[in-house]
């Protein structure tokens, strides 16, 4: 069946770049996306791309989306202490059903 | 402000008891949905429901009820036959992707209730 995977954690010094990795196996996937969790809190959408799409950057967060790997990436610059929080990779093929990965813990070091 | 309210925040149960979760909102969305979150993995579905009056089975629907008489709600029961229901239960809400050309699928989420059994 579907399956998204990705790393548990990733720690980053405060002004550093972050790079949260994810693979997913379901090609007919239509849209990406990457979600954000706060401590004790739900999830809010950080970002998606549609499948037909390589990149897409929104201020800080570069996304990167290989179609051919099946990999999406999800580049964070100039990374703060506010970032710290759980990444979440997901896709979905449109309708009702969204797959999501075990999520990133991402640890900022000041 | 539109959004989506779950409660309780925190819930504490005896084994054996069912316990109910709410869960309302007013962003006029037709779709939602319940997840469960547990350490290490990743969200994973119980139930969802596409309009009123209709409600499917997600991946891990046994032991979990739900009821959708309006709307607005979607109150999830974690009921006794549940093995393991110590976890994080997380609510949401969309308009399905391919609705219509802007709708993406987000889902946009509540604040969680944290359910502990002793």
């Known amino acids: 069946g579907e399956d998204v995977e990705q790393s548990l954690f990733l720690s980053v010094r405060e002004g550093d770049s972050s790079v949260i990795n994810c693979t997913y196996t379901d090609s007919s996937s239509t849209y990406l996306y990457w979600y954000k969790q706060e401590p004790g809190a739900g999830l809010q959408l950080l970002t998606y791309i549609f499948s037909n799409m390589d990149m897409k950057q929104d201020q800080r967060l570069t996304v990167l989306l290989n179609k051919k790997d099946k990999h999406l990436s999800l580049r964070i610059a100039d990374t703060q202490t506010g970032d710290s929080a759980i990444y979440f990779c997901a896709e979905s093929t449109g309708g009702f059903k969204t797959i999501f990965g075990a999520g990133t813990r991402l640890f900022v070091k000041a | 402000d539109g959004g989506i309210t779950q409660s309780p925040k925190y819930l504490f149960r005896k084994e054996g008891q069912n316990v109910t979760l709410s869960c309302e909102q007013n962003?006029?969305?037709?779709?939602m949905y319940w997840y469960r979150q547990d350490p290490g993995q990743g969200l994973r579905l119980i139930y969802y429901?596409?309009?009123?009056?209709?409600?499917q089975k997600g991946d891990i629907a046994e032991g979990y009820s739900v009821s959708r008489e309006k709307k607005e709600s979607f109150p999830l029961t974690v009921t006794s036959a549940q093995k393991n229901p110590t976890a994080f239960y997380l609510c949401?809400?969309?308009?399905?992707?391919?609705?219509?050309?802007?709708?993406?699928?987000?889902?946009?989420f509540g604040e969680g209730s944290r359910l502990t059994v002793l």
């Open positions: 962003l006029n969305h037709d779709a």
């Open positions: 949401a809400s969309s308009i399905p992707s391919g609705t219509s050309a802007a709708n993406t699928g987000e889902l946009f």
């Open positions: 429901s596409q309009i009123v009056n209709d409600f």
